[in-house]
Structures are given as structure tokens and as C-alpha cells.
């Protein structure tokens, strides 16, 4: 070995930065260009999404801030609410668009399998965290959801442990568990996202290998 | 012999000419204009906030109702008394094939609608006379008898004009017009609520009791009706007044209003298990042969990338494998 060559360290700490360096280079993790092909407005609604969602987190913390009863005295409570209400709109309207665009151009292909699958986990968390927050309320609405929802939950036993009803359990639910679930799916999603890169057209072959016959057989998707 | 033509793998998106692209000032611009899109959406259709149903306003608009649901809880016939797991054993439950979820998951908010709807909240305030001695001949039954009476004047709360307690012809009703007149002075002067939400703690935020109690009745509904909340009006994705509710919840909602699932008696576990279903298939659409090749063979894809198409014709898009 080379007395001017670093020494690699062998342990686990190590092994950890080398394995995020390869499989996540800088270059990769905050590219400053995109393949050609991407040129849609509907590649526009996954960024809509999470800015949609930042919008989202930061109007319900200051909804935190200020306790559950806040909204319903206070005026710049309730346009602070209503700033939450319809950045939720946004959001969950931005996240569906974007879900059929993925669909209609088989995003998933090319070893993106789990990017599709952590996408629809964190869309099934936003209507789980957007119902307990409906169940949040303290209102006439909130009083008929939760009247409502507990038959389709206990019909299926879920109703025993998540009882719709428990204001308490339903707003920790709503500004912690489920929260914390969707930052952790979102940030996971769009490191996937940068780590396989943006899906290429369907059929598209790379330039240096566009010939007709150029054929050859897919991995697991 | 017929043999399958290969698929064509994905290439690497790396591997394509790039062009420059600024995600950040991307990911910035699209913030600020979310940001001010939800300001001026806010403050122009605000958010409604219609105030809570309460015991106290149901005895006022509606003291009928109220006594007779009191007599349904006192006697064990009210949706609640007679429900199942979670809240009693009084039945199984709904089932989804042969899984019976409802009673496996067992009594987890067990809820004893007498005692706790009606006779602990009289005890819990100052008895007049008349109470205490309503309150001993009740404890004193036989619960055939505590049922008979009940059945009785929930019949005669029936014949009486517009269920009106005043108006009803006398009979064999034991303790329970007692009973229930106190009741409905409780829910009259706020202390009902109070009584039934705080169930018995200081602090708490289980509204249990108190909901499963006014949604008994006719009040709640009646309320929820007026804003288009109700079942058969796709209320699970209504909001009140006129604003988006969970628009998102409508595949959801769709079941509930076609038939098999509108009528049958585990209407919530099929729905809930076909939403489990589709769920799945979409979580697991990547690994599902014919599913996943719905957007090769509609071809919507070409629109999305037809910039792409112009310049690069692909002489073998529909062998690509998706």
C-alpha cells in the first residue's frame, strides 16, 4: 500500500458513508440538469405536492402552536385554519394528479417498483391524517364523521384499538403519528427518485444504442 | 411455433442527453405560489365551522326525541345497547365472509347504556324525592320487569301526539316516566353534557358516551341531513355548506350507494374489505401482469412525452416492457 494513500477505515460508520456516497453521489442527490425527455407539466405536480404539503405542515404547526380550541375563537385563528383546510385541498388534489400522471407512464419501471410503492403508501397516510384531522375538528362535522366512520372501523375490528371517537387519540394521530409517517414516506420517495432518476418514455432506447433490434430481457421491475 | 418477442428493459435514465434544470429555484417557485394560492383561496372561501350538536340543545328543539332514545338506552334497545363489540356483547357484529373482525377484536370501550346513559348521570345529581324513589323501584326490578316497563312506555311515547312524554295515556310504566323527565331536566340545563363527558375524570377527551348517546337519537342526524351529510347524499365526502370535503374518500363512498353493498347487513366490512382489496392492487400494480400494462396499451403515455416521440421515433414502443 501507498504511504500517501488515505487509509479506509473499516467500520460500520465507515462502510455506512461509502455505501450513501455510491449509491447517492452529490451529483445524483441535487442534480443541476434532467434528461431531455423531461419536458411536461406534469412532471410540475410532484414538486406541487410537496410544496403543497410544506404549506400544509406549517400552517398545522401554527395550529399546534395555539391548542385545538383556538381556531373557533379567535378570527386569525380561523384563517389560519382555513389556510390549512384548503393547502390540504391542494395538496391531496396535487398528489392524485400526480399519481395518475406515474400511472400513465408506468413510472415504475426500470427497478422503481418500491418508489411506486412508497408513493401510494404516503397517499394512503394523507387520507388517514387528513380524516383524523376532520375528526379533529370539534364541530358538527366532526360529531358526524366520527359517529359515522366507527361502523366501517369496527366492522373490521380496527374500531377496538382506533376509536374515532376519542378526540384525544384521534388529534395525536393526527398532528404526530400519522405526520411523522408521511415525512419519513416523502423523504424516502424522493430519494428514490433521485437515486434511479427520472423514468425514461416508454420504448425510448439511449442514443448510443438506437437501433431498432436492440433488445434485451427486464429485471424485476 | 409462436414464440413471445422479449420485452425491452427500461434503460438508465443517466445514460440520455440532459438539458439544465434548476430543482431548487423549482421546488422555491412552486412553494410561493402554493403558499399564495392557499392565502388567497383562504381568504376568500374561509372554512366553515358549524357549531356542535349538544344534549343540551337536542332536549330544548327536541324533547320528544330525547325521551324516547332515553328509553331506548334505559331499556336496551337503542342502536348503542344493542350494537356489539366494541361497546357489549348484545350481538356479533358484522362479518366479512366467515371473519367475524368485529367480535375477535372483542369489548374494548365497554358501554352499559343504562348505567351510564341514564341512572348514573340521575345519581350523580341532587335526587328530588320523587328520583331517589324512582331510582330504588328500578334497582329493585327484575330485569323482565325493568324491560316491560320500558316496553311499555316507549309504546305509549309512540301513540302519544308527536311523541309528546306530557300526552301519554297512563299505564304500567313503573319508574320510567320519573326516570326520564329528570333526565330530560339534566339535558335542559347543560348538566347532562357535562356529566356524560366527563365521564367520570377531571381531564379526559373521550367523547364516547356522549356521542354514541346523541347519535341514538334523531337530533344529530336531522342536523347532519340539513347539510348533506347523510349516507344516501354521499356524506362521507360532504363537507357543510358548500365546501370540498374529502373529495378523495369518493371511491370509498361510491360502494355504499350500489347494490350488494347498500343493503346488505355487513354493508361497512365489504366495503372496507373490496377498499383493501383495491389498495392492494394498487400498492402492488408494478408486479400485476395486465394492470401494469394498462398504460402501454392506452397509449395516454404519448401525450406525456410527445415532444420525445417527435424527435426520436421509437420503432418498438409497444414491445417495451412496463
Keep these: 500500500m501507498s504511504a500517501s494513500q488515505p487509509v479506509e477505515p473499516r467500520n460500520w460508520t465507515g462502510a455506512l458513508r461509502r455505501r450513501l456516497l455510491r449509491e447517492l453521489p452529490p451529483e445524483k442527490l441535487l442534480p443541476d440538469s434532467q434528461p431531455a425527455y423531461m419536458a411536461s407539466w406534469i412532471y410540475l405536480f410532484g414538486v406541487l405536492t410537496v410544496a403543497a404539503l410544506a404549506v400544509v405542515v406549517g400552517t398545522g404547526c401554527v395550529l399546534a402552536l395555539k391548542g385545538p380550541s383556538w381556531w373557533h375563537l379567535s378570527s386569525l385563528g380561523h384563517y389560519v385554519n382555513s389556510m390549512h383546510l384548503w393547502s390540504v385541498e391542494l395538496f391531496l388534489s396535487f398528489m392524485v394528479i400526480h ?10 419501471r426500470g427497478r422503481r417498483a ?29 360529531q358526524w364523521i366520527s359517529t359515522q366512520a366507527k361502523d366501517g372501523l369496527n366492522s373490521v375490528g380496527i374500531g377496538a384499538y382506533f376509536n374515532v371517537m376519542d378526540f384525544g387519540q384521534m388529534l395525536m394521530w393526527h398532528i404526530v403519528l400519522l405526520p411523522a409517517a408521511i415525512g419519513v414516506l416523502t423523504v424516502w420517495h424522493l430519494v428514490l427518485v433521485r437515486r434511479r432518476g427520472i423514468v425514461p418514455p416508454i420504448g425510448a432506447v439511449t442514443p448510443e444504442s438506437e437501433t431498432p433490434t436492440e433488445q434485451r430481457t427486464e429485471k424485476q421491475p | 411455433m409462436n414464440r413471445k418477442r422479449p420485452r425491452q428493459e427500461t434503460p438508465d ?71 356489539g363489540p366494541p361497546y357489549n356483547t348484545a350481538a356479533d357484529g358484522q362479518k366479512l365472509g366467515p371473519l367475524s373482525l368485529q367480535k375477535w377484536a372483542g369489548v374494548k370501550h365497554p358501554i352499559d347504556t343504562a348505567n351510564d346513559l341514564v341512572l348514573q348521570p340521575l345519581r350523580q345529581t341532587p335526587e328530588p324525592a320523587a328520583v331517589t324513589a324512582a331510582l330504588a323501584q328500578w334497582s329493585a326490578a327484575t330485569t323482565d320487569q325493568q324491560a316491560k316497563w320500558t316496553s311499555a312506555y316507549t309504546d305509549a311515547l309512540g301513540k302519544a301526539p308527536n311523541g309528546d312524554p306530557a300526552k301519554v295515556t297512563s299505564g304500567d310504566y313503573g319508574p320510567v316516566p320519573a326516570l326520564t323527565a329528570r333526565l330530560l331536566q339534566l339535558g335542559r340545563s347543560g ?16 367523547y364516547t358516551r356522549a356521542l354514541l348517546f346523541l347519535a341514538d337519537g334523531s337530533y344529530l342526524q336531522d342536523q347532519a341531513r340539513a347539510q348533506h351529510l347523510g349516507g344516501d347524499q354521499w356524506g362521507m365526502m360532504n363537507e357543510t355548506g358548500n365546501y370540498p370535503g374529502q373529495a378523495w374518500l369518493w371511491l370509498y363512498t361510491f360502494w355504499y350507494q350500489v347494490q350488494p353493498y347498500k343493503s346488505s347487513a355487513n354493508a361497512d366490512a365489504l366495503v372496507w374489505g373490496t377498499m383493501a382489496l383495491l389498495s392492494a392492487l394498487l400498492l402492488l400494480l408494478p408486479f400485476i401482469p395486465g394492470l401494469r400494462d394498462i398504460p402501454r396499451l392506452t397509449r395516454v403515455y404519448r401525450l406525456i412525452w410527445r415532444d420525445w416521440y417527435r424527435d426520436h421515433p421509437t420503432p418498438r414502443g409497444d414491445a417495451a416492457r412496463t
Design chain 1, 114 to 142: 418500491m418508489t411506486w410503492i412508497t408513493g401510494c403508501v404516503a397517499f394512503f397516510a394523507s387520507i388517514g391524517t387528513a380524516f383524523t384531522g376532520y375528526l379533529a375538528q370539534q364541530n358538527l362535522d366532526s
Design chain 2, 191 to 206: 348538566t347532562l353534557d357535562a356529566q356524560l363527558l366527563a365521564e367520570g375524570h377531571y381531564f379526559q377527551t373521550d
Design chain 2, 13 to 83: 435514465s443517466h445514460a440520455f442527453p440532459t438539458r439544465p434544470y434548476d430543482l431548487v429555484k423549482e421546488a422555491l417557485i412552486a412553494l410561493l405560489a402554493v403558499t399564495l394560492l392557499t392565502f388567497g383561496l383562504a381568504a376568500l372561501f374561509s372554512s366553515p365551522d358549524e357549531k356542535p350538536a349538544t344534549i343540551s340543545a337536542w332536549t330544548q328543539a327536541d324533547p320528544a326525541d330525547f325521551t324516547a332514545t332515553a328509553v331506548g338506552e334505559l331499556g336496551g334497545t337503542s342502536a348503542t345497547a344493542q350494537y
Design chain 1, 99 to 108: 399519481l395518475w400522471g406515474k400511472f400513465f407512464m408506468a413510472a415504475w
